[in-house]
């Protein structure tokens, strides 16, 4: 997994804006700081908690000038189904093939293999700070896709490095 202090690798990842499919890249996000969330699957109990309790909060993270970018392995039109269907209100990016979970090391070989689900390259959840540089100022992945990332540490470092940007 990456850490502290590397430099995030930018991505090209398609999103679904008004117009319908589009790329975003975390390069075009640089001069704020990011926030990405990864996040195993769409319509998922936890994911769907996870990302509901970020959009109740987000007047907290746009008051820290902080982007919010979820990825999930998901198709853009699955991910806006099911933003639609919870009320989640952030920007969402496909990462369709796990290029970008690979990249940034959080990727599952095998996910729920106790169950017989051999879907690898499937992001564990995640979460990492990235700050207007593209460097990473906080990083955290759990092996157990029911343990939420620590949002009070992340929200922590937002205003920790906030006099910094």
């Known amino acids: 997994m990456l850490t502290v202090g590397e430099t995030a690798p930018d991505f090209k990842l398609t999103t679904l804006g008004e117009e319908g499919p589009k790329h975003i890249t975390l390069s075009e996000n640089l001069g704020q700081p990011t926030v990405l969330l990864f996040v195993p699957m769409a319509f998922t109990s936890v994911c769907t908690k996870e990302l509901c309790s970020v959009t109740e909060e987000m007047s907290e993270y746009e008051s820290l000038d902080a982007k919010i970018i979820a990825i999930s392995g998901d198709s853009p039109f699955a991910q806006a189904a099911w933003a639609e269907k919870e009320g989640i209100k952030l920007t969402f990016a496909s990462d369709y093939e796990h290029d970008v979970a690979k990249e940034y090391g959080i990727a599952y070989e095998s996910f729920l293999p ?3 689900l051999t879907m690898g390259g499937v992001p564990k959840r995640s979460a990492f700070v990235i700050d207007p540089n593209g ?3 906080y ?7 029911g343990k939420l990332p620590s949002f009070e ?3 922590s470092k937002l205003v920790e490095k906030l006099i910094f940007y």
């Open 114 to 116: 106790e169950k017989n």
């Open 139 to 145: 990083a955290e992945s759990n092996d157990d896709p």
């Open 135 to 137: 460097i990473i100022q």
């Open 153 to 155: 540490e992340i929200k």
